[in-house]
């Protein structure tokens, strides 16, 4: 039974829902950027604690908008 705590290539795919591709897992891999990983002989495993702070290290935090003045709404008639 496949530990849920290490998630293979195919299985970081889906979790980034098709967006990142094996190709590219492979040249972050050779580059030594992207998630770390595992290499155990031929076997790839990604920790899913891993990839959970590897999200957060590329997080895009947005400051907040402040409100903009409305326009006068017009008065009853």
């Known amino acids: 039974m496949p530990d849920p ?5 195919e ?3 889906a979790r980034y829902r098709g967006q990142v591709s094996e190709g590219t897992l492979r040249n972050w891999r ?11 002989g031929k076997a790839i495993l ?3 604690g891993e ?3 590897w999200d957060k290290s590329i ?3 947005c400051r907040p908008t402040r409100e903009l003045p409305r ?4 008065p009853p008639e």
């Open 5 to 9: 705590n290490y998630l293979t290539p």
């Open 11 to 13: 299985e970081v795919i």
């Open 30 to 40: 050779c580059m030594r950027i992207g998630p770390s990983f595992l290499k155990i």
């Open 46 to 48: 990604y920790r899913s």
């Open 51 to 53: 990839l959970d702070r």
């Open 59 to 61: 997080l895009v935090v």
């Open 71 to 74: 326009e006068k709404a017009a």
